[in-house]
């Protein structure tokens, strides 16, 4: 049963109308046009299409619309307003991507832990990236450099807080 759902994404207010069971991804990719978000397995297990739903990471392709309704949703598109983020010039700076599939989900889950990590006024470890990645499949060998690129965004942004 179609019904509608008012969405705020990236401080944007929409009303879809679709199935409430509808994934947030489709909503994202198909009804708002944000690409970003990447449809990897379908099934919440590789962290692909990670966005963040009221500053939470969680995997858009399991994520019904009705859930996601009266929430602050953020997508690799909207992760910041003034510039790239630290953990995206981070990634560039190691050249840490290669295919790119996986990396919008990995920028929004590794965003999430610098951000995290911010408030608590401490740097990351490459221990804490691993933990924090743990879903996030990558097949490109990348993951020293994501780690890397995730830590040194972390040191970064310590003493701003």
Do not use: F
């Amino acid at each position: 049963m179609t019904e509608t759902h008012t969405l705020t994404v990236n401080g944007e207010v929409h009303e879809v109308a679709c199935p409430g069971d509808t994934p947030l991804l489709w909503v994202l990719r198909d009804r708002l046009g944000l690409t970003g978000t990447r449809y990897g397995c379908g099934a919440g297990s590789c962290g692909a299409c990670t966005v963040w739903v009221d500053d939470t990471p969680v995997h858009a392709c399991d994520t019904p619309v009705w859930s996601a309704a009266g929430t602050d949703v953020a997508t690799v598109e909207g992760l910041t307003e003034a510039g790239p983020h630290p953990v995206q010039q981070a990634l560039i700076d190691h050249q840490a991507g290669q295919c790119g599939y996986c990396l919008s989900g990995i920028v929004m889950r590794g965003a999430a832990l610098v951000d995290s990590a911010r408030s608590a006024r401490r740097p990351l470890t490459a221990e804490d990236v691993k933990a924090g990645l743990d879903g996030h499949l990558c097949r490109c060998g990348a993951h020293t450099r994501i780690i890397a690129a995730i830590v040194e965004a972390s040191t970064g942004m310590s003493d701003e807080a």
